[in-house]
Structure formats: C-alpha cells, structure tokens
C-alpha cells in the first residue's frame, strides 16, 4: 500500500522557518524522484520541488533560495527546509512522485501558514 504522511507544518510570522517531513511507504523514495507540491485556497496544487534519487534537484522560481529539499532513503522521508518565509507561501502542503505514477495516492497534507 502507497502512502505518504506529511507533517511540521504550522503558523509562523512572515520571514519565519519551518521543517516539513514526509514519510513514504515502502522503498518509494530511494527509487522515484520525490516532490513537494502545495495547494492554496482556491487554486490549483502546484510543484515546488524535486529531488532525484541521485540527489539533484530543481526549485520552482517562486521558492528558489528559500526553500531546500533533502531526502533520507534509509528512513524514506523526504524534507522540505522552508526559510525566509511570505504570506503567499501559505497552503496546504503535500508530497508525491511527480508524473501521476502515484496520482491516487495523495496524503492529507500538511497546513503551512505565513502570517504578516
């Protein structure tokens, strides 16, 4: 069974930090590129970042020198490190494998909200 826990989100003030974890079932994240993708209210869900299983990884625009993704293949957790926080990086926020292999697989999230 496929399963991803998200969790450490929280209320922080604007410029705050946090550390979201997720955990993934199986050997999921030592095989597959992992991604941390978010959803606002009101819009659609949409990718901030990607590590491959080789370690490189790739930043959405909007998160680049804020945010850092690692991962821990022998725990099967992914991390997000999220720095230098905005009100606009408030959203519901979620891992998974990016390309829809595991479309029906989606957690419950993790709330991060920034305020000002």
């Known amino acids: 069974q496929v399963q991803f826990v998200e969790s450490g989100g929280g209320l922080v003030q604007s410029g705050g930090s946090l550390r979201l974890s997720c955990a993934a079932s199986s050997s999921i994240v030592s095989i597959y590129t992992m991604g941390w993708y978010r959803q606002a209210s009101g819009k659609q869900r949409e990718l901030v970042a990607s590590?491959?299983?080789?370690?490189?990884?790739r930043y959405a625009d909007f998160v680049k020198g804020r945010f850092t993704i690692s991962r821990d293949n022998a725990k099967n957790t992914v991390f997000l490190q999220m720095n230098s926080l905005k009100p606009e990086d408030t959203a519901l926020y979620y891992c998974?494998?990016?390309?829809?292999?595991?479309?029906?697989?989606w957690g419950q999230g993790t709330q991060v909200t920034v305020s000002s």
């Open positions: 998974n494998v990016p390309g829809g292999v595991f479309a029906n697989h």
């Open positions: 590590i491959t299983s080789g370690g490189s990884t």
